[in-house]
């Protein structure tokens, strides 16, 4: 083996490559800290909005009254005629033709109110 020439600075050892300060305690630092990022992301991107539509669908659930025209998720227009029970409305779609339906599937109120002699399909 030969001696090297040169002054000892430029002289190097071989170094392991790492990143300067980096331990398991910071790794895992780091890891928390990117979850607890991902999951605000999709907090306010995905589920706060969901939770709102969710709770004005409920509102307007909870304000429905006999004589409200409504849509339904499946498409049906009617006029509500009454209440079976906490979850059960009766809607009229056409004169003299009355569907029951689960309150949850109204989807949208159209009008407030409507007179009686207003019918859903006076033609």
């Known amino acids: ?5 040169g002054t000892t600075s430029e002289i190097s050892a071989p170094i392991a490559v790492t990143p300067d300060q980096l331990t398991a305690n910071k790794m ?4 928390v800290l990117m979850l607890a990022m991902l999951f605000a992301i999709f907090y306010f991107i995905l ?6 539509r969710i709770r004005i ?3 307007m659930i909870g304000a429905l009254a006999k004589g409200n025209r409504v849509i339904t998720s499946g498409g049906l227009i009617g006029t509500i005629t009454k209440f079976e029970g906490d979850n059960v409305v009766v809607i009229e779609v056409a004169q003299g033709v009355k569907v029951r ?3 949850s599937a109204i989807s ?9 002699s207003d019918s859903a399909n006076d033609n």
Do not use: C, G, L, Y
């Open 1 to 5: 083996m030969t001696q090297p020439t």
């Open 28 to 31: 895992v630092t780091d890891n």
């Open 47 to 52: 589920i706060r909005p969901q939770q709102k």
């Open 57 to 59: 669908h409920k509102d």
């Open 101 to 103: 339906i689960a309150k």
């Open 108 to 116: 949208e109120v159209t009008d407030e109110k409507i007179s009686a």
